[in-house]
């Protein structure tokens, strides 16, 4: 399996560690995103752990979700590549995810 993260989930793990970096140090700051990029890459042995996405249903592409703290690691399996779609904030609006 082959982990790849698309141009959106880049986005927005940038945009959420940009929120919360004027309230965490540089050392939480770098913590948060390593636990989210490392949670991602258990995905590579075991792609189905996550649970599926209910508020992405409607799109029929099996979206599932990895939860580390507040974030949602959201992701397709499509044959021999998992694609990481968003990296979405559980705090905000859950209607900003359904796309």
């Known amino acids: 399996m082959k982990l790849i993260y698309t141009e959106q989930a880049l986005f927005s793990l940038e ?7 004027p309230k965490v140090s540089n050392k939480k700051l770098d913590e948060i995103k390593n636990n989210i990029l ?17 508020l992405l249903e409607h799109l029929g592409l099996e979206h599932r979700r990895l939860i580390v703290s507040h974030y949602k690691i959201i992701y397709r399996v499509i044959e021999k590549y998992i694609y990481i779609t968003d990296i979405f904030d559980s705090r905000q609006d ?5 796309g």
Do not use: H, R, S, V
């Open 38 to 54: 490392d949670a991602a890459d258990t995905l590579i042995l075991q792609p189905q752990q996550g649970q599926m996405e209910p």
């Open 15 to 21: 945009e959420a560690l940009n929120f919360i970096a």
């Open 94 to 98: 859950p209607e900003k995810m359904k």
